[in-house]
């Protein structure tokens, strides 16, 4: 069995029963797995060298689309939310990426910068539709049919999100090794060479960056019931540089490290805000820092995760 399986399956053991025995942190591991699908989708495309910073894009799809689902009373399940995020996302996606796969590096970067900041300002303008700056709130829907208290709602979407990322993770995954995975790796080594074979660089990143933002939008989707409220922020510059910071500090060349950097940056974020509220963004970036001083790689390439990994 591949390393990063072991790896995978154990960091997943030991988060499902860390809420059992410390129930406080159900909604910041919640929240940070969630963080990390969108992370994932950043990982997808780094496979082909390229970056995006417009991924917010499809964070705030996703958010969005649960919030106007809920606010029109379609009773709609928490289960049934989270994918129809993740497809509103894609199809966007795959309109989207017609343009936006044509170009490559700094240009990719920044046209999927410039679509999110114009759907940014849209949300902020649309008052009427989207409530503006306000945002709007998400009233907590049923969880597989059931309607649940705030308690052992946020304890089941806990495991809801965890059942969701092993699955994700292991589509990814499987996506990478496949042919069709493998040609991000020429996208982004060899293109022209990869023509000559008969591949389309623009529709193997196409499918990719499709991918990229379904993950995207189905962490937007749990992040809006977990919360309960959505914002034009989701959309913003900030969020996006967030994913692709937290995809270099958990490392960029593997599906763990997604989920790895998310839950680090995730628990320093809440436990600096907690006890020094003034200074918490310098504790946060000091710690930053010093991780990425010993881990230049990302966390996934310590040496004694490394170890742990070939043994």
């Known amino acids: 069995m591949r390393p990063e399986i072991l790896l995978g399956g154990a960091a997943a053991f030991v988060l499902a029963i860390v809420p059992a025995l410390v129930p406080w942190t159900a909604v910041m591991l919640t929240i940070a797995l969630a963080i990390g699908l969108s992370v994932l989708g950043i990982v997808v495309l780094l496979r ?16 969005y689309t649960v919030a106007f689902l809920v606010s029109a009373r379609l009773s709609l399940d928490a289960l049934i939310l989270i994918p129809l995020g993740g497809l509103v996302a894609t199809l966007i996606a795959l309109a989207f990426g017609v343009f936006a796969v044509r170009y490559r590096d700094i240009f990719f970067a920044m046209i999927n910068l ?5 759907a940014f300002a849209l949300l902020e303008k649309l008052y009427h539709i989207t409530g503006g700056g306000d945002g709007m709130n998400v009233a907590r829907p049923t969880l597989g049919g059931v309607r649940l208290g705030r308690a052992a709602f946020e ?51 196409h499918v990719g ?17 977990v919360n309960g409220h959505v914002a034009p922020e989701f ?10 910071f937290i995809a270099i500090l958990g490392g960029a060349g593997n599906v763990v490290g997604a989920f790895a950097g ?26 930053l820092i010093v991780i990425i001083m010993f881990a230049p790689d990302g966390l996934t390439q310590l040496r004694f995760i490394r170890r742990k990994a070939q043994s």
């Open 114 to 118: 410039a679509i999110s900041m114009v």
């Open 155 to 205: 304890g089941w979407m806990f495991y809801t999100t965890l059942a969701t990322v092993a699955i994700a993770s292991f589509l990814v995954g499987r996506y990478l090794d496949s042919p069709l995975g493998r040609a991000l790796e020429a996208v982004k080594s060899n293109e022209t060479r990869l023509e000559y074979l008969g591949v389309s660089g623009n529709r193997v990143l």
């Open 209 to 225: 960056y499709a991918i990229s933002a379904a993950l995207a939008g189905i962490s937007g989707a749990i992040i809006a019931i």
């Open 235 to 244: 959309a913003y510059w900030v969020r996006s540089g967030e994913f692709v």
């Open 48 to 63: 082909a060298g390229q970056v995006s910073f417009g991924h917010g894009l499809y964070y705030a799809t996703g958010a």
């Open 262 to 287: 998310s839950i680090v940056f995730e628990v320093i974020r809440n436990h600096a805000a907690a006890f020094a509220a003034d200074y918490w963004q310098t504790i946060l970036g000091l710690s």
